[in-house]
């Protein structure tokens, strides 16, 4: 499906949105009016619940256009019931650096605030434990780099049997840095439920993110923002 195609009507301006209150206060509170390209199609087919496979250049609002659908559609279902103490988080997005991961989880903490929402990041190259922790304490959206969050799924520290939304964010930088198997693995070879969302961002459009697509979406909404492959000029 092409996100063009009139099912999918594009986003003109964030007042235009029926968001919960509250992230709509913090959307306005960060300045956010007039959505980018990838963001006018990339929320309403998040809040259409359709998986999205979306080619955008750097720097396009990729993190907004994932975010403010996901946060608005966990306040709107409330919380899950949970059945046990392992952190168990209803989001996760992968990155494939800890910088990317980071800059992710600082959006994710402006987007939540006050809404109940925990948002936790894990990555390696940290000490680990403080992360555990920080797990521990409760984790709704999940944040990670493929390294890390695999060596806590093969420990049993996580569990995906809630998550009902993932997000690979610059899939083709995280297949260039050689982490196909741990995404794979993540994704199929655990407990994420096949019943799920799924949006996939990625600068470049290659056979190998197409096999990954293939085996991750469901009968994506296919968007194409720009030149593939370059980098956006508003990029600070």
Same mark, same amino acid.
């Given at each position: ?10 986003? $003109? ?35 259409? +619940? ?8 750097? %720097? ?10 996901? &946060?608005?559609?966990?306040? $709107?279902?409330?919380?899950?019931? +949970? ?15 800890? !910088? ?5 989880? !600082? !959006?994710? +903490?402006?987007?939540?605030? +006050? ?5 936790? &990041?894990?990555? %390696?190259?940290?000490?680990? #434990? ?17 390294? #890390? ?23 083709? #930088? ?46 994506? &909404?296919?968007?194409?923002? %720009? #030149? ?9």
């Amino acid at each position: 499906m092409d996100c063009s195609d009139k099912s999918i009507e594009p986003l $003109e301006d964030f007042a235009d949105l029926k968001f919960d209150d509250q992230i709509a206060k913090n959307i306005e509170r960060l300045g956010y009016k007039k959505p980018t390209p990838i963001q006018k199609y990339s929320i309403p087919t998040g809040l259409k +619940r359709t998986d999205l496979m979306a080619c955008a250049q750097t %720097g396009s609002g990729k993190t907004a256009a994932f975010l403010f659908p996901i &946060c608005h559609k966990m306040i $709107e279902e409330g919380p899950p019931i +949970r059945n046990s103490t392992t952190p168990a988080p209803i989001a996760v997005i992968l990155a494939p650096t800890r !910088e990317l991961a980071k800059q992710i989880f !600082e !959006e994710a +903490r402006k987007v939540t605030t +006050r809404t109940g929402i925990r948002a936790v &990041c894990v990555y %390696g190259g940290a000490e680990a #434990r403080g992360q555990m922790r920080d797990l521990y304490r409760g984790v709704d959206i999940l944040i990670a780099t493929p390294g #890390r969050l695999i060596d806590y799924t093969q420990k049993g520290i996580v569990t995906f049997a809630h998550t009902k939304y993932l997000v690979l964010d610059e899939s083709d #930088r995280m297949l260039d840095m050689g982490f196909d198997p741990q995404i794979r693995s993540i994704v199929l070879e655990s407990d994420m439920p096949a019943e799920r969302e799924t949006t996939m961002f990625s600068a470049t459009f290659p056979k190998e993110i197409k096999a990954l697509a293939n085996a991750f979406l469901t009968k994506p &909404c296919n968007l194409s923002i %720009g #030149r593939v492959g370059s980098t956006s000029d508003s990029i600070t």
